[in-house]
């Protein structure tokens, strides 16, 4: 023992926490012993005759008799602490029958004790002494994974007498040991214990191994009896049925409309399945099956052991396992068993569990087959079976047949009759036998003769079901009605549960005559055909009837898949009384199907009473309950075991809905109270879903199926699956389940009445007798005998006692002779006085308890709350299941109530289960705080207090709604229909006496009680706070819990009487507005109905009533009302000293009033009634949550901006329309949508009510369901600024606006490329129309005009192209050439004269011929057409120049000029610097107009992701760089120059910034001009004029942003003193245009502008570039001797090399090749400062080449440089030099032309003319 420690504190703990009691016995004389430990005991395990504690700091001591230990002495009465373990920290202990093991905080497993059957897990051990680690290691499945191992972290350990289970932190478990418990393929029944023949024994799992039936399953707990198993699993999510093959994704049903029969099929056979011969769904190995996640289709039959036949029969069975493998090919179709016989009697084996597929639609079950064929012979086996007095009479054992992977696994058979196993949607009730091996048609399957088939004779089948199909409507409805004896048979069957006495096997004959007349008389064999045990005979009889039952569980599944519940619900009626009231039964995890009984088909060797229409009609409408996600809420015991009891599946071949309606039922009522509003999470709360699944041995019952057979494979109790089970436990053969309604289920051995009732044994979940108000919440089982944790009458836990009594003789220290034994379970009388009992566990024949003192009152506080929280759990659930699921279940209802109340109600309930399983959730997880943590860490009321607002919140919504519809006055009469006039259900609910209280106040009551039991929380949390010192963590939260639980509990209250004040308003609420004006969620806040509250101005004898509800004002006079929405109202107070009137202002969206009050405070009153309203139906529930958690209230005075939507009615633009967006003062202000009725929607700002800013605009087009789309910018409610407007008919506008029309710059798309005219035109506009200068390109007509309009007409100067050359200049009239003009073709004939008509000479002019030939004269006619002439013929001297000899017309005159073009481009950017035209305005203003636009577009491109898309990287950079405006007091310096420079670098590479704009709009017009057909060679001259002009003005524009900056052609000051000598060094710079503003603005222009340069100068190109190719063609050696280079600036390779003539080759490219490469790069550049650039490095290149030649200075001639530069022109090839040329030379900056750029650019030019001149001999 260890010290006790020193302080007081952790004394007083010691002393008070963990008190472990130990007894035996019920007895009034047992009194408990203390353990006497120094530290708190956590958790205790006991075994057989030993025990296991685990103390606080993680130390494990044990006691009792310990023979494993290698001492003197094994049995140790005190503690002794296991030393083993020490250095570990234990967090969990579990004891077997004669082995212990423990957990360690990493996940590490311990173990000890006797090891003779693994249950240690260590090999060649017998036993184990002392604590000894265990690995615990997963294997991957994965072959690429092979070799590594992972170590498995556990969570929990639970001990068997001969294994061992162990749950993970993945939730899965693991076994090792001997026996069917461990839940692995291959293990069977030890010898140990067995009644039976013995078996050979066998091996033991000494390794760990993962229970791969359970893997993919969430595990929450296991449980570990003598010889069996159990585990507690989280329900998985259901999934709908696949409706398609899962390999070859064809339909898996089909359903056939053929005149009034509907045919559903599902005989789908998948070829890919047929080609491999491996069914659907099977697994690897037999537990793969359970990896399904639908929990309904794990039901297989599973393997028995210790039958006396286990040993034979292997070959056989493996024969038979392999056809069976073989013959299902379907996913739909059943399986047959084979059935073998031994010794003159057949046996009906069992299937392989493996073959349970993984869909409730696809599983269909495995049909057991019946023994008609042993009818009248005895089994000694069937005699020892029957004699057990079990539910299992009819079981008759037989050698099973052995997995073909597992040989040595033996499997279970079992009758049909009783305790038959349902699984997914398939019936397991019907029998059939399978032929022996003695014919043809009965082929065993394993021979070559094998039928891909699960019917022994095909044919047979294929006949029967021909037959059946061909059988009428009236045969149908004559089978339909049974014989009153018979009727009234199965009404008397459909009463027994369990069978007194073993039913005889019975043959065909005892078929009732209503189901043998609905099998064909020659379907079925007479009995001599073999004779009674003639297995032909009878088993063909038996095969009609199994036949019969496949189709019909076939039909039950396809009706499920397809969603067919009408056909169900009328295809099944009642037979019996019984059926209504089972209709509410609790739902069974399976769906079954059943027949009516007059299409019942028995087995030959079943008995009558399992066949029960009003069970089968049970599961059918729980099984419907399942597909549609509905409730389940009654759960009775007698709805338990008929739902376990399946009867005989009829043939529904052939469904008639004639034949449904005729014999129609009531419809399957469905109640909606599964809407789980709480999240299962982990990390949040426990789950409520939970299944039960068992294994190993059960000639007990202690399995729980129903039955008394074993299985190794874990299968779920179908029973407890909706019990919503928290805890097992597992004694020596019995099990315990605890459920979270405090509800404790047992069953398994009752031999000592441990189960506490009276059944024995019950082979089923069956609930212990104890007294009403006894909730259970803890459970201990031992060897005979169960212990009870309960809440009683107070908070203090209770013990209940269940099983046999010990009693000690005299002598008799050491052995314990067993008494009498309980009945039912007992209070043990001493649990008061031994503390605050926390948890109980039993072993062997003892019973032990850990218990608290009360410290400080924390424990019995922490003990109330769990106990308070279990009980109201219970309470609601009754309500729940007796008051609210019948109610819904009438027939009724809908109709009583209505739909709307309907749907309320439904609503309701639907939260009203949200809060019942959120309660608990609660519950569940307080339990396990009191039974582990004992610290108010983790209580999920202070961790997640949000869950609980928010569930309580809506619940209290959604009664507050129904009252005020006074929905409780009309489900009155619904539940005084239900539950009578009385409604004794209800009064004891309530926990009421007074009769005198109407219904509908009690129904208000009772589902009030909820909101009640809020206060609870709040008392106890309080109360758990004054348990801790007032500066601790824990006081302080929970403080900060008590005070929400508070809040919320008086929001909820305030919510309750609004809410009972609105109910009594619309009650004394005259006139026919109540229909109107009553809404769910409406509360009244106040009315006039007083005279308070007047209309100002209102008639004398006018009525005005005003009506405040939560979210609307509501103005009635007489019998008509407006209502104004509260989001979109506003209102003002009036100053009393000005009018002296106590008045409140009212504005609404389109119309203002006043209100006058009776005095001052009732105006106060109505104020901030109203201003509260307003501000909380604004903030919708917002403001509620807010003052639920802060506990502050909304705010006095709502804002003035605001969100809201409101619809307008009066007449004017915006009628009808709906408006949703900001708001201010009544108007839209802000961001919005407007939708009008029509189909025009606005989206976009508002300013003062109208349009304003960005918006998009939707307008429906008459035509098609095409609508015009514009976005743009708004000014006073109308379109104004810049903006797109894409038209129905497929025009598209893109440009200015003003007042909704067309105005300023804009383009225009009309048409498409394939369609009849297409055309561009970019220019100005007025009113809508084309006014000023224009470019339209009309792309079919193959023309481009350049100039003038008016009106729509092209009217003044222009220009048109055409692609095929022609160029004409001159005027227009009325869209017509008319006037002087010139007219030029692509061979230079030219015209210059009059015009009337396009194209049309009509007048005098002058005819020009390329030759120098003229005609001067009148013209008329078309050109190109043939003109009429009337002239002089001039022909030219011979001896006159070239220049005298040609008359080409000058070209210029008649264009718009350069100066006159694109104004509108540049008014508009004037317009939004805020100048009226250009540089008439203010700076300042201006720049502020510049950041406006800059910050208003950014925020647009923010909003918008498209928008934002469009912005490149370096357009971001350069708007963060834009936001800092160049500054500078002064002159302009160099400095402040280059800072001027960049920002307008930065400004145009955005469009964003008004000045990228304008870059961007003149780029596109520009381009719009000279590209297409606008590339002609005759334009050059004008565009190389408007990018002149367009610097011109771009310089304007700058001098106006920089009014500093220099004028044109001036001299930036210099930075340096002009007094020191030093300013003569500081390099000066002249102000340019072309400088400053051509870099950004000549690349964008480049393409167009280079190719006019190129058509221009191609005749001197190609001359030039012939004789470059030509030249280059020359060695470097021989060009140097022809450009006459002085050889003294040769290269010395190439110098040396002219004196050796012996050199065969001379090189190429080898001189100057620097230059060169320089040179070439002038191609690359834009601007002709970069171009000359160029040119300069060139030349310095030559010039260092040469001086490292000479090695001494030089200076240049002109004579020695131009043939080098002359040789590095050639050797550069650059390709339109003349284009390059005449580039620099027309945009050249005027002040470097006379310096050194000047002359190095002449130096190239003369180079350029020279080389054309050049001639090669």
């Known amino acids: 023992?260890?010290?006790?420690?020193?302080?007081?504190?952790?004394?007083?703990?010691?002393?008070?926490?963990?008190?472990?009691?130990?007894?035996?016995?019920?007895?009034?004389?047992?009194?408990?012993?203390?353990?006497?430990?120094?530290?708190?005991?956590?958790?205790?395990?006991?075994?057989?005759?030993?025990?296991?504690?685990?103390?606080?700091?993680?130390?494990?001591?044990?006691?009792?008799?310990?023979?494993?230990?290698?001492?003197?002495?094994?049995?140790?009465?005190?503690?002794?602490?296991?030393?083993?373990?020490?250095?570990?920290?234990?967090?969990?202990?579990?004891?077997?029958?004669?082995?212990?093991?423990?957990?360690?905080?990493?996940?590490?497993?311990?173990?000890?004790?006797?090891?003779?059957?693994?249950?240690?897990?260590?090999?060649?051990?017998?036993?184990?002494?002392?604590?000894?680690?265990?690995?615990?290691?997963?294997?991957?499945?994965?072959?690429?994974?092979?070799?590594?191992?992972?170590?498995?972290?556990?969570?929990?350990?639970?001990?068997?007498?001969?294994?061992?289970?162990?749950?993970?932190?993945?939730?899965?478990?693991?076994?090792?040991?001997?026996?069917?418990?461990?839940?692995?393929?291959?293990?069977?029944?030890?010898?140990?214990?067995?009644?039976?023949?013995?078996?050979?024994?066998?091996?033991?799992?000494?390794?760990?191994?993962k229970v791969e039936h359970l893997a993919g399953r969430h595990v929450l707990q296991v449980a570990c009896g003598a010889f069996h198993s159990l585990a507690l699993v989280r329900c998985p999510i259901s999934h709908p049925p696949p409706d398609k093959c899962g390999q070859c994704h064809q339909l898996l049903y089909t359903m056939t409309d053929k005149e009034d029969h509907v045919i559903i099929s599902d005989n789908h056979r998948c070829p890919l399945l047929v080609e491999t011969g491996k069914p659907a769904g099977e697994g690897e190995g037999e537990g793969e099956c359970g990896a399904d996640d639908n929990h309904h289709t794990t039901d297989d039959r599973r393997r028995s052991e210790g039958s006396p036949a286990g040993g034979k029969g292997g070959l056989l069975g493996q024969q038979q396992h392999q056809r069976q493998q073989e013959v299902k090919s379907s996913p739909s179709m059943p399986l047959l068993s084979s059935s073998t016989t031994q010794h003159g009697h057949s046996s009906p084996p069992r299937p392989p569990s493996s073959l349970s597929t993984h869909s409730t639609s696809n599983a269909s079950s495995c049909v057991d087959a019946a023994a008609a064929a042993t009818a009248g012979v005895g089994s000694p086996a069937q005699d020892e079976v029957t004699s057990s007095g079990s539910e299992t009479t009819d079981a008759v054992p037989l050698p099973p047949p052995q997995d073909s992977e597992h040989p040595e696994q033996p499997q279970q058979v079992q009758e049909s009759s009783s305790g038959s196993r349902p699984e997914g949607g398939a019936t397991a009730g019907a029998a059939a036998v399978l032929l022996q091996g003695q014919g043809p048609g009965t082929g065993?399957?394993?021979?070559?003769?094998?039928?891909?088939?699960?019917?022994?004779?095909?044919?047979?089948?294929?006949?029967?079901?021909?037959?059946?199909?061909?059988?009428?409507?009236?045969?149908?409805?004559?089978?339909?009605?049974?014989?009153?004896?018979?009727?009234?048979?199965?009404?008397?069957?459909?009463?027994?549960?369990?069978?007194?006495e073993p039913q005889p096997l019975s043959s065909t004959s005892s078929l009732p005559s209503s189901s043998t007349s609905s099998i064909p008389s020659s379907m079925l064999m007479p009995a001599g055909a073999g004779g009674p045990g003639g297995p032909v005979g009878a088993a063909l009889n038996s095969l009609v009837a199994s036949c019969a039952s496949v189709v019909g569980e076939r039909v039950a599944s396809t009706c499920e898949a397809l969603s067919l519940r009408k056909v169900m619900s009328y295809y099944y009626q009642p037979t019996s009384s019984s059926s209504a009231a089972s209709v509410a039964s609790d739902s069974s995890a399976n769906s079954t199907s059943s027949a009516p009984p007059g299409l019942v088909a028995a087995g030959g060797a079943g008995t009558q009473g399992d066949t029960a229409p009003d069970e089968a009609l049970l599961n059918l409408e729980e099984s419907i309950q399942k597909s549609c996600s509905l409730g389940d809420v009654r759960r009775q015991e007698e709805g338990e075991a008929q739902s376990r009891r399946l009867s005989l599946p009829g043939l529904l071949s052939q469904v008639s809905p004639r034949l449904l309606r005729r014999y129609s039922r009531s419809r399957v009522k469905a109640a909606l109270l599964d809407a789980v509003l709480v999240a299962d999470d982990d990390n949040l709360l426990p789950s409520l879903q939970t299944e039960v699944w068992s294994w190993g041995r059960g000639q007990e019952g202690q399995l729980g199926h129903g039955d008394l057979q074993s299985g190794s494979q874990p299968m779920c109790i179908k029973c407890l699956s909706n019990k919503e089970v928290l805890r097992i436990a597992a004694g020596a053969h019995h099990s315990v389940a605890i459920?979270?309604?405090?509800?404790?289920?047992?069953?398994?051995?009752?031999?000592?009445?441990?189960?506490?009732?009276?059944?024995?044994?019950?082979?089923?979940?069956?609930?212990?007798?104890?007294?009403?108000?006894?909730?259970?919440?803890?459970?201990?089982?031992?060897?005979?005998?169960?212990?009870?944790?309960?809440?009683?009458?107070?908070?203090?836990?209770?013990?209940?006692?269940?099983?046999?009594?010990?009693?000690?003789?005299?002598?008799?220290?050491?052995?314990?002779?067993?008494?009498?034994?309980?009945?039912?379970?007992?209070?043990?009388?001493?649990?008061?006085?031994?503390?605050?009992?926390?948890?109980?566990?039993?072993?062997?024949?003892?019973?032990?308890?850990?218990?608290?003192?009360?410290?400080?009152?924390?424990?019995?506080?922490?003990?109330?709350?769990?106990?308070?929280?279990?009980?109201?759990?219970?309470?609601?659930?009754?309500?729940?299941?007796?008051?609210?699921?019948?109610?819904?279940?009438?027939?009724?209802?809908?109709?009583?109530?209505?739909?709307?109340?309907?749907?309320?109600?439904?609503?309701?309930?639907?939260?009203?289960?949200?809060?019942?399983?959120?309660?608990?959730?609660?519950?569940?997880?307080?339990?396990?705080?009191?039974?582990?943590?004992?610290?108010?860490?983790?209580?999920?009321?202070?961790?997640?207090?949000?869950?609980?607002?928010d569930t309580y919140t809506e619940y209290s919504s959604a009664l507050g709604d129904y009252l005020v519809m006074g929905g409780f006055q009309a489900l009155a009469k619904p539940c005084q229909d239900v539950f009578g006039k009385g409604c004794e259900v209800v009064f004891k609910l309530v926990d009421s006496t007074d009769d005198t209280v109407p219904l509908p106040d009690l129904l208000l009551s009772l589902l009030h009680q909820p909101i009640k039991h809020l206060q609870e929380y709040t008392r106890m949390l309080l109360k758990l706070a004054t348990c801790y010192e007032v500066d601790s963590a824990d006081y302080q939260r929970l403080q900060e819990g008590c005070s929400r639980f508070e809040s919320l509990v008086l929001h909820l209250k305030r919510k309750r009487k609004e809410a009972d004040y609105t109910l009594h308003f619309w009650r004394s609420f005259p006139g026919k507005m109540t229909d109107s004006l009553r809404k769910p969620s409406r509360r009244l806040v106040c009315e006039s109905s007083n005279k308070a509250l007047t209309l100002q101005n209102a008639g004398r004898f006018s009525v005005n009533w005003f009506i405040l509800f939560n979210d609307a004002l509501v103005h009635a006079q007489f019998s008509t009302h407006h209502v104004f929405p509260l989001s979109s109202l506003w209102v003002d107070p009036i100053s009393e000293e000005a009018t002296g009137l106590n008045g409140l202002k009212l504005t609404t969206p389109e119309e203002s009033f006043t209100l006058l009050t009776s005095s001052p405070m009732e105006k106060s009153k109505w104020l901030r009634s109203i201003n509260q309203a307003v501000e909380q139906a604004l903030s919708g529930g917002g403001a509620e949550t807010s003052s639920l958690t802060s506990g502050v209230g909304p705010k006095a005075d709502p804002p003035i901006s605001r969100t809201a939507s409101y619809t307008f009615y009066k007449e004017g633009r915006m009628k009808e329309a709906t408006y949703e967006g900001r708001w201010l003062a009544g108007k839209p202000h802000g961001r919005g949508?407007?939708?009008?009725?029509?189909?025009?929607?606005?989206?976009?700002?508002?300013?003062?009510?109208?349009?304003?800013?960005?918006?998009?605009?939707?307008?429906?087009?008459?035509?098609?369901?095409?609508?015009?789309?514009?976005?743009?910018?708004?000014?006073?409610?109308?379109?104004?600024?810049?903006?797109?407007?894409?038209?129905?008919?497929?025009?598209?506008?893109?440009?200015?606006?003003?007042?909704?029309?067309?105005?300023?710059?804009?383009?225009?798309?009309?048409?498409?490329?394939?369609?009849?005219?297409?055309?561009?035109?970019?220019?100005?506009?007025?009113?809508?129309?084309?006014?000023?200068?224009?470019?339209?390109?009309?792309?079919?007509?193959?023309?481009?005009?350049?100039?003038?309009?008016?009106?729509?007409?092209?009217?003044?100067?222009?220009?048109?192209?055409?692609?095929?050359?022609?160029?004409?200049?001159?005027?227009?009239?009325?869209?017509?050439?008319?006037?002087?003009?010139?007219?030029?073709?692509?061979?230079?004939?030219?015209?210059?004269?009059?015009?009337?008509?396009?194209?049309?000479?009509?007048?005098?002019?002058?005819?020009?011929?390329?030759?120098?030939?003229?005609?001067?004269?009148?013209?008329?006619?078309?050109?190109?057409?043939?003109?009429?002439?009337?002239?002089?013929?001039?022909?030219?001297?011979?001896?006159?120049?070239?220049?005298?000899?040609?008359?080409?017309?000058?070209?210029?005159?008649?264009?718009?000029?350069?100066?006159?073009?694109?104004?509108?481009?540049?008014?508009?950017?004037?317009?939004?610097?805020?100048?009226?035209?250009?540089?008439?305005?203010?700076?300042?203003?201006?720049?502020?107009?510049?950041?406006?636009?800059?910050?208003?577009?950014?925020?647009?491109?923010?909003?918008?992701?498209?928008?934002?898309?469009?912005?490149?990287?370096?357009?971001?950079?350069?708007?963060?760089?834009?936001?800092?405006?160049p500054q500078h007091t002064g002159p302009v310096t160099m400095e402040i120059y280059d800072n001027i420079r960049r920002y307008l670098i930065k400004a145009c590479d955005t469009a964003l910034h008004p000045l990228g704009r304008l870059l961007e709009s003149l780029v596109g017009v520009y381009r719009m001009t000279y590209v297409g057909v606008g590339a002609n060679r005759r334009l050059l001259p004008q565009a190389v004029s408007e990018i002149k002009s367009y610097l011109k003005r771009l310089f304007g524009i700058v001098r106006f942003l920089f009014p500093d900056l220099p004028d044109e052609g001036c001299v930036i000051p210099e930075t340096a003193d002009e007094t020191t000598e030093a300013h003569l060094e500081v390099p000066r710079r002249v102000v340019s245009s072309s400088a400053l503003l051509l870099p950004v603005l000549l690349p964008r222009l480049y393409p167009p502008l280079f190719t006019l340069y190129a058509l221009d100068k191609e005749k001197e190109d190609d001359a030039y570039w012939e004789c470059v190719s030509r030249l280059n063609k020359q060695s470097d050696q021989a060009l140097l001797v022809f450009l006459g280079v002085n050889q003294k600036f040769w290269p010395a390779s190439t110098a040396n090399q002219g004196e050796n003539q012996e050199v065969a080759s001379s090189p190429k490219d080898g001189c100057f090749a620097a230059a060169v490469e320089t040179l070439q790069q002038i191609s690359t550049t834009f601007t002709p400062a970069d171009k000359l650039q160029v040119i300069q490095q060139t030349f310095e290149e030559i010039t260092q080449e040469v001086l490292a030649l000479l090695k001494e200075s030089f200076l240049w001639s002109m004579d020695d440089l131009f043939p080098v530069f002359l040789y590095v022109v050639l050797r550069a090839r650059i390709r339109n030099l003349g284009s390059e040329v005449s580039l620099i030379e027309d945009l050249m900056d005027p002040c470097v032309m006379h310096g050194e750029h000047g002359i190095m650019f002449t130096t190239l030019k003369a180079c350029y003319y020279q080389i054309q001149q050049e001639r090669i001999t």
């Not at 130390?59 to 083993?84: M, R």
């Not at 069977?188 to 191994?209: D, F, I, N, Y």
């Open 1 to 209: 023992m260890e010290k006790q420690k020193s302080s007081s504190g952790e004394e007083q703990r010691s002393v008070d926490r963990g008190l472990l009691h130990t007894w035996k016995g019920y007895s009034c004389s047992v009194t408990p012993q203390k353990v006497l430990l120094s530290r708190p005991v956590l958790q205790a395990a006991l075994g057989y005759k030993h025990g296991v504690l685990l103390v606080e700091g993680g130390q494990v001591y044990s006691f009792g008799e310990l023979p494993w230990k290698q001492t003197a002495g094994t049995t140790s009465p005190d503690p002794i602490l296991e030393a083993g373990l020490s250095g570990q920290k234990v967090v969990g202990v579990a004891a077997g029958g004669f082995h212990s093991g423990a957990v360690t905080e990493d996940g590490g497993v311990h173990m000890w004790g006797d090891n003779a059957h693994g249950q240690c897990g260590l090999s060649g051990l017998a036993t184990v002494p002392n604590p000894t680690p265990v690995a615990v290691v997963d294997h991957p499945s994965d072959p690429a994974s092979l070799g590594l191992q992972t170590q498995v972290k556990i969570l929990e350990l639970a001990c068997g007498e001969q294994h061992t289970l162990a749950l993970s932190a993945r939730h899965e478990v693991w076994s090792w040991g001997t026996g069917p418990q461990l839940g692995l393929p291959g293990t069977g029944t030890s010898t140990t214990s067995s009644t039976h023949a013995a078996t050979p024994p066998l091996t033991p799992t000494w390794r760990p191994q």
């Open 444 to 500: 065993s399957g394993s021979g070559p003769g094998a039928k891909n088939s699960p019917y022994p004779d095909e044919q047979a089948v294929k006949d029967y079901l021909k037959k059946l199909s061909d059988h009428s409507i009236a045969d149908q409805a004559t089978a339909k009605s049974p014989p009153l004896a018979q009727r009234s048979q199965v009404d008397a069957i459909a009463d027994v549960f369990t069978p007194d």
């Open 739 to 949: 459920t979270a309604q405090s509800q404790c289920y047992s069953w398994g051995s009752n031999s000592s009445g441990q189960l506490g009732h009276m059944e024995t044994p019950s082979t089923i979940p069956r609930l212990a007798k104890l007294s009403e108000g006894i909730r259970v919440w803890d459970v201990g089982a031992g060897q005979q005998h169960t212990l009870l944790l309960a809440d009683g009458d107070c908070f203090q836990p209770i013990l209940y006692y269940s099983g046999q009594q010990v009693k000690e003789g005299a002598g008799q220290t050491s052995q314990e002779s067993s008494g009498g034994y309980t009945q039912q379970p007992v209070l043990l009388p001493f649990c008061m006085n031994i503390g605050y009992v926390s948890s109980v566990c039993a072993g062997g024949q003892v019973c032990a308890a850990l218990a608290d003192k009360n410290v400080m009152g924390f424990i019995a506080s922490l003990h109330e709350l769990a106990a308070a929280e279990r009980k109201c759990y219970c309470k609601l659930t009754s309500i729940k299941t007796q008051v609210l699921q019948p109610l819904l279940n009438a027939d009724n209802l809908s109709t009583t109530l209505g739909p709307a109340s309907t749907a309320l109600l439904q609503t309701l309930i639907g939260r009203f289960n949200g809060v019942c399983q959120l309660t608990g959730q609660s519950a569940a997880s307080l339990t396990a705080l009191v039974r582990h943590l004992k610290d108010c860490k983790g209580m999920i009321l202070l961790e997640h207090t949000h869950l609980f607002t």
């Open 1233 to 1525: 949508v407007v939708k009008w009725p029509d189909g025009r929607v606005y989206t976009g700002t508002f300013k003062n009510g109208l349009e304003d800013g960005f918006g998009e605009y939707i307008l429906p087009s008459k035509n098609a369901n095409k609508s015009d789309h514009y976005q743009g910018n708004w000014k006073e409610g109308k379109m104004h600024g810049f903006g797109t407007y894409r038209y129905a008919t497929g025009e598209v506008y893109e440009g200015c606006f003003q007042d909704n029309m067309r105005h300023g710059h804009g383009m225009l798309r009309s048409g498409k490329l394939n369609s009849s005219s297409p055309s561009v035109f970019i220019g100005q506009w007025h009113a809508d129309r084309k006014c000023g200068y224009g470019v339209l390109d009309d792309i079919t007509r193959g023309e481009k005009y350049m100039g003038q309009w008016q009106d729509d007409l092209r009217h003044g100067n222009g220009v048109i192209v055409t692609q095929f050359g022609l160029y004409y200049e001159g005027g227009f009239s009325n869209n017509k050439m008319m006037g002087s003009g010139v007219l030029l073709s692509e061979d230079d004939t030219s015209f210059e004269g009059e015009f009337s008509e396009d194209w049309t000479l009509s007048g005098k002019g002058t005819l020009n011929m390329p030759n120098g030939d003229y005609i001067e004269g009148s013209f008329s006619g078309v050109w190109g057409s043939g003109l009429k002439i009337s002239g002089s013929f001039y022909k030219p001297n011979l001896f006159d120049s070239d220049k005298d000899k040609k008359h080409t017309p000058r070209l210029g005159r008649l264009v718009v000029g350069a100066e006159d073009k694109w104004l509108g481009v540049f008014e508009e950017y004037w317009a939004k610097l805020g100048c009226h035209a250009a540089d008439q305005g203010e700076t300042s203003k201006a720049w502020d107009n510049i950041a406006v636009a800059l910050s208003t577009n950014r925020q647009l491109h923010r909003d918008s992701p498209e928008l934002r898309r469009s912005l490149s990287r370096s357009q971001h950079k350069a708007l963060e760089g834009l936001e800092i405006i």
